[in-house]
Structures are given as C-alpha cells and as structure tokens.
C-alpha cells in the first residue's frame, strides 16, 4: 500500500463501467500442445478476478461442425445474468470438440455484449488462431465472417 509512485494517492472508490466475455476455441487443435488446458486455466483466473472486482463476465466456448450446413455450437459457461457462485464449476467443462468458425463466434459475443450497460466492453478470445469450420474457411472467408462483427 505505498502510494508514492502514484499520482493519485488515494485507492480507486468509482465502480469500473467495464463488462467482459471471454470467448474460447473449442476447435481440436486446442487439445494439442497443453493448449485447453491452458484455455481453462486462464478462464478461471479471469472469472475469479471479474467476480472479486464486480465486473460482469461472460465465457462462451464454440465450435462448428463438419456439416454442409456450417452448423455452430456455442456454449455459455457463465452468463451475465447469472448469480450462482457455482458457475466457476462450468468452466470444467470446457473441452475441444470438432471444427471452429472465429469470426461467426466473435459476432455473437460482440452482438451480447453489446446489450450490457456498462460503458467499456471488452472481448477476449482464447485461440490457436486457425478457422477451419469447412474446406474453404480460410483467408478472405474468414476475414469477412469476422469483419462483419465489428462493423
């Protein structure tokens, strides 16, 4: 509690207006290389830091299917609404599943968000960085599944 390098000297007493959603890929290349593991891990310890501050969090998991159709599956693991301080327990049931679609994800999460109150929101998403949610989910494909969720 040295205060000395700081130019406020006095601890913050305004609530953050800050809502989060942590997104994670679900996709089978997580499972490689400790990668969930170290999903799941970073999960909790943002649920336990955004509950301890009293932020609002949400952690979604998603992955697509190998389909035709381009199914998504998206997983709420803990939800805003949500009071339950056994929620934390879902996060357990995190795992890697099948194929992923990042910018359809993004969108949903960015498209909750943004109903939340709170003035900040921000987005944090936990990937190995490789949509692969059919043949040709690549590139410029990707990009504009993605960009559409920003604008």
Same mark, same amino acid.
């Given at each position: ?5 700081? =130019? ?7 609530? *953050?207006?800050?809502?989060? $959603? /942590? ?5 089978? #290349? ?45 997983? =709420? ?7 339950? *301080?056994?929620?934390?327990? $879902? /996060? ?5 599943? #099948? ?53």
């Amino acid at each position: 509690m040295d205060f000395r390098y700081f =130019a406020r000297k006095r601890p913050p007493e305004e609530e *953050p207006s800050l809502a989060v $959603a /942590l997104r994670i890929d679900e996709y089978a #290349s997580m499972s490689a290389f400790g990668r969930l593991e170290a999903a799941k891990q970073a999960a909790v310890a943002l649920y336990e830091f955004c509950t301890g501050c009293g932020i609002p969090i949400m952690v979604y998991g998603d992955t697509a299917d190998r389909s035709k159709l381009e199914q998504m599956s998206v997983y =709420a693991y803990v939800d805003f609404e949500s009071n339950d *301080p056994d929620d934390k327990y $879902a /996060l357990m049931n995190i795992q890697a599943r #099948s194929n992923n679609r990042d910018g359809m994800a993004l969108r949903i999460l960015a498209e909750r968000l943004l109903h939340a109150p709170q003035k900040t929101k921000l987005i944090i998403s936990i990937s190995d960085g490789q949509p692969k949610a059919m043949p040709d989910y690549t590139g410029e494909k990707a990009a504009r599944d993605g960009i559409s969720c920003i604008t």
